[in-house]
């Protein structure tokens, strides 16, 4: 067999090796016996080394007779023993115990590296411990926890270090100048990749398997017809088809579906240990699938181009002849098949090698994550890649749910009654069409989702909320924020008009003409109202925070300065700030202004939002 045969042979081994590892049988027994040879037995003389093959072709033949020659050296040296011919060599009796099934996997090479060495952990400072100790003490749990997760995932299935000596010693086989060379290169493989199965079963079953049922025998005989057939009261024969489907019934059930029938009523335990493998068998299955879904994305993106766009011109041209679901199911068979006949080969798992030693490259899934930045980073470095995009995507889902919430409660009856009407429309749409139309219809919205919404969605963020179709439905219907909002300065318009009138009244001169009453009167309509002072910091100032209802303003405590100020239509955004209770104005010309030590901030805040009577967008 060549050297490239035997690599294509192999590579099956490469995600997860097949029942028979070797070629042969015999070597499954031969392994084991070297094995254990290796750790009890000392070396024989240099006569009993030559008369057994140094190397071995894979056929039949020659593993047999490799077999033969230990057995015969083997005995030959317990004769030596028994009559004291070879004093300088004692070999120890055979052990009767048989070898270790599975044995666990050598955790020396798990550090192996194939193109970049292994990203050094640092850790927090003492500056950092200083200046953040909060951050530094969630960083160091984040550490420790990320370093047991990615022992368990790492050491116990999927040694970054086995992939690398996998490649090698396929690269050595390549590389084996004589046949001699190429041999030894194929059994380390193959002994590689026996290791690569025992690690698979080795973590299944120390990790998942707590207890075990055995399946009742089989206890129902499978009958013939001619058992069922019974003499009518004509003295005809008569086949009794009833008690013979219900044997067969019997028959197979008992042979085929004992196995996925559980041995008690009542839930698991939710221990702690329960959880914990549950999650790890769901992270570690999942790794194919979060392959699956970082593809899904890429194409939904575009960012291959050409890519994306042979993809949607198979997804137009098979919704165009009506067959888009069986092409789906079609795609599902043959992406199986193709994994049969061509599996993954080395040069791929170098590839999946250098993407996993590699950080400026994207992980495609929690493995590769977690070889990118190592045991302790790895979950700084998620938090920092899908911590943005999972709070955009928190915050969407409960601006949704308020919003559904709202709509069922009519908090705002016109926006309500608009969204009722599209749905009626929509009703009527679905009711009307054709099932055929309809399912043309669903399948053509999904690829218009898929290819154009949602990589303006991803791609632009401030435009998710525009583009959803969620949002055309329920079209200004308001999220808590929204109506709060709303409902603040609905109050203030209230307050305003009243406090303008009671003042109109305090300050109205009887004597006055009835021109310049009116006159006076409009004038103090339109001029704005205090709604409050607020002491606080500004540039290293103690004051107050002048609030009207025309403006903000801050004066200084000494010699009552006004510090800085502006009208509520140069507003920008108004932001609160993380700490220090404070308050941030950016005007449009994007000038800023800081106030700082607000005890009541959240009041502040509120009262300016209220009583400026712009439109506000809630960005935070």
């Not at 007779?65 to 004769?79: I, P, Y």
């Not at 570690?284 to 960012?303: A, C, F, G, V």
Request: aromatic share 8%; net charge neutral; with cysteine.
């Amino acid at each position: 067999m060549s050297s490239h045969a035997s690599a294509e042979h192999l590579s099956h081994g490469i995600d997860r090796a097949a029942f028979d590892v070797y070629d042969q049988a015999e070597r499954h027994l031969v392994a084991p016996i070297q094995e254990e040879g290796q750790k009890l037995h000392l070396s024989t003389s240099g006569s009993d080394s030559n008369q057994s093959e140094p190397t071995t072709r894979p056929g039949g033949i020659a593993n047999v007779r490799r077999f033969s020659n230990r057995v015969r050296s083997k005995a030959k040296a317990t004769t030596n023993k028994l009559l004291h011919t070879s004093p300088k060599h004692t070999v120890p009796q055979e052990p009767s115990s048989a070898p270790a099934l599975a044995p666990a996997p050598s955790v020396s090479a798990d550090n192996d590296r194939l193109f970049r060495p292994l990203p050094e952990y640092k850790g927090p400072q003492a500056k950092d411990l200083l200046h953040h100790p909060i951050d530094t003490f969630q960083s160091l749990l984040h550490g420790a926890s990320g370093a047991k997760v990615a022992e368990i995932m790492d050491n116990q299935v999927i040694a970054h270090g086995a992939d690398v000596g996998l490649v090698r010693v396929y690269d050595k086989m390549e590389s084996a100048d004589n046949e001699e060379d190429r041999l030894s290169a194929r059994e380390d493989l193959e002994g590689l990749q026996k290791a690569r199965q025992d690690a698979y079963v080795r973590w299944t079953m120390d990790r998942h398997v707590l207890k075990v049922r055995r399946i009742p025998p089989h206890t129902i005989p499978r009958l013939q017809k001619k058992n069922f057939i019974q003499v009518n009261d004509q003295g005809d024969n008569q086949m009794q088809w009833m008690m013979y489907g219900q044997h067969l019934i019997r028959f197979y059930a008992e042979h085929h579906l004992d196995l996925y029938i559980g041995d008690s009523s009542s839930l698991p335990a939710a221990t702690e240990e329960a959880i914990i493998v549950s999650v790890e068998r769901l992270l570690m299955t999942s790794t194919p699938y979060q392959n699956i879904l970082m593809k899904i994305r890429h194409i939904s993106r575009w960012d291959d181009p050409m890519k994306t766009a042979a993809y949607l011109g198979a997804y137009i041209f098979f919704w165009v002849i009506g067959h888009l679901a069986g092409a789906a199911v079609l795609g599902i068979i043959l992406v199986v098949v193709k994994r049969r006949f061509y599996p993954p080969t080395p040069e791929d798992l170098r590839e999946n090698i250098k993407r996993s030693e590699d950080p400026t490259q994207t992980a495609l899934n929690l493995t590769q994550l977690i070889e990118q930045h190592g045991s302790r980073g790895w979950v700084d470095a998620l938090i920092m890649d899908l911590g943005p995009a999972s709070m955009l995507e928190l915050k969407d889902i409960a601006d949704t749910l308020e919003i559904m919430r709202n709509f069922v409660e009519w908090r705002n009856p016109s926006r309500t009654a608009f969204s009722i009407t599209l749905l009626a429309f929509v009703w009527l749409y679905v009711t009307v069409t054709p099932l055929w139309l309809f399912v043309k219809m669903i399948q053509f919205s999904a690829g218009f989702m898929f290819f154009g919404l949602f990589p303006i969605a991803t791609r632009y963020p401030q435009y998710r909320i525009l583009v959803s179709p969620f949002t055309w439905l329920f079209w200004k219907v308001p999220t808590d924020a929204e109506w709060a909002i709303a409902r603040l300065q609905a109050e203030a318009r209230r307050t305003s008009v009243a406090m303008q009138e009671r003042n109109n009244g305090l300050c109205e001169d009887p004597a006055d003409e009835e021109g310049s009453n009116s006159q006076s009167r409009s004038k103090k309509q339109d001029s704005p109202i205090t709604v409050g002072r607020y002491h606080g910091t500004s540039e290293n100032h103690h004051g107050d925070l002048h609030v009207s209802s025309g403006g903000v303003s801050f004066v200084t405590a000494v010699r009552s300065n006004c510090l800085w100020g502006f009208q509520y239509g140069e507003v920008k955004t108004v932001q609160k700030l993380s700490s220090g209770d404070g308050l941030l104005f950016v005007l449009m010309d994007d000038t800023a202004f800081k106030v700082q030590g607000l005890k009541l901030r959240n009041e502040v805040f509120t009262q300016i939002i209220g009583y400026s009577g712009l439109s506000w967008q809630v960005t935070g």
